[in-house]
């Protein structure tokens, strides 16, 4: 039974495969290398170099090898991108998301695996935030996930297509091979180990007044291994027959900017200019994620939450890579 994994040349959907193929899955990978790397896509999976909307290619694919299952892992997601340029985001991360869709269903596939994120969320009213909590995106980028849930909804009630969808919080963090290197990079932990190796002048700190206990945002910031973790308990419980649904995963343990940067100073010995900015609009002082409702129900409990180890690993993989994959 093989797994197709799109956007499995990026960051979280190499590491996953990494998983997969260690439990002795075969795995087929469907990037357009948009935002990927080739050299990301593990040599023993099979290797098809697309676009999850192309939907002939899609299902060549699926009936050459036998697929059974597919995670979804293909998106723009970059918030002030997606404020820019919507159109681009809407016709990716809906169009090209439904055909990929509609070329499962077509194949009488059932099981379905989608990366959505904590910004369906928006700004939320308490912390930590459940999967109660209102869905309120405040950007182009959290309501193409919001509304691709809702289409992912949809499609059970009408053609019984069983999907989970993983709101992830911020990953972070490397496997031994695999890591981060996104280009732009937005995400803290890369930015401030580039501002380590002086990649980068200093890493600036937006907002020292919030009402947190060093005035800095505070995040939660999950280790892609343990997220890797939650997409094998996700797809065991779709092939065990189990009902759609849809899980925070996060640490529950929020750490703020500043916290991050002195992590890293200790991990890496260098020195990290820091610059205190102003506040960026919309940038809520905490989010952070209650995943009990993953860990009840999916049996899943995060084996690398501190920070320290989270750090560590990326900045292993950057020692390792330092400019990151090679093409
Ligand atoms: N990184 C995070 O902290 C985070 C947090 C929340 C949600 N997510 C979601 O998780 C998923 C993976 O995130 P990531 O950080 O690994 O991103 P990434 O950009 O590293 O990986 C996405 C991959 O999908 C590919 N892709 C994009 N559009 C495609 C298309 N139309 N057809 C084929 N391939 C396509 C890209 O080339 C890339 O390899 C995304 O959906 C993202 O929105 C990520």
């Known amino acids: 039974m093989s797994i197709l994994v799109a956007g499995g040349a990026g960051y979280i959907g190499s590491v996953v495969v990494e998983q997969l193929i260690e439990e002795g899955r075969d795995v087929v990978v469907l990037d357009n290398l948009s935002r990927g790397h080739r050299s990301a896509a593990n040599p023993k999976a099979t290797f098809v170099h697309g676009d999850c909307g192309d939907m002939d290619l899609l299902s060549q694919t699926i009936a050459l090898h036998g697929i059974k299952s597919v995670m979804h892992f293909c998106a723009l997601s970059l918030v002030g991108e997606s404020v820019e340029a919507p159109a681009s985001y809407y016709r990716n991360n809906i169009s090209q998301s439904v055909a990929l869709v509609e070329a499962c269903l077509n194949a009488g596939i059932r099981n379905f695996i989608f ?186 409990k995060p084996r690398f939450p501190e920070l320290e180890k989270i750090i560590q690993d990326a900045w292993d993989w950057r020692q390792k890579n330092p400019d990151g994959y090679a093409d």
Not at 186 to 191: R, V, Y
């Open 115 to 300: 990366s959505s994120t904590a910004a369906v969320y928006g700004e939320p009213e308490s912390v930590p935030i459940t999967e109660d909590s209102k869905t309120q995106p405040t950007n182009p980028y959290g309501r193409t996930k919001l509304f691709f849930e809702y289409f992912l909804r949809d499609c059970d009630a009408a053609y019984g297509l069983k999907s989970v969808c993983l709101r992830y919080f911020n990953a972070a963090g490397a496997s031994k091979e695999y890591g981060e290197d996104h280009s732009p990079e937005t995400h803290l932990i890369p930015l401030v180990l580039d501002a380590a190796v002086g990649k980068r002048e200093s890493i600036s700190i937006f907002g020292h007044d919030y009402d947190t206990p060093d005035g800095s945002c505070i995040r939660d910031y999950i280790h892609v291994l343990d997220l890797a973790d939650a997409h094998l308990l996700a797809l065991q419980r779709l092939e065990k027959g189990g009902a759609s649904d849809y899980f925070n995963l996060g640490n529950g343990n929020g750490y703020s900017v500043r916290e991050v940067i002195e992590c890293a100073r200790k991990i890496t010995g260098l020195e990290i200019k820091s610059e205190e900015t102003g506040r960026r609009p919309g940038d809520p002082a905490r989010l952070v994620a209650s995943a009990d409702k993953a860990r009840n129900v999916l049996g899943w």
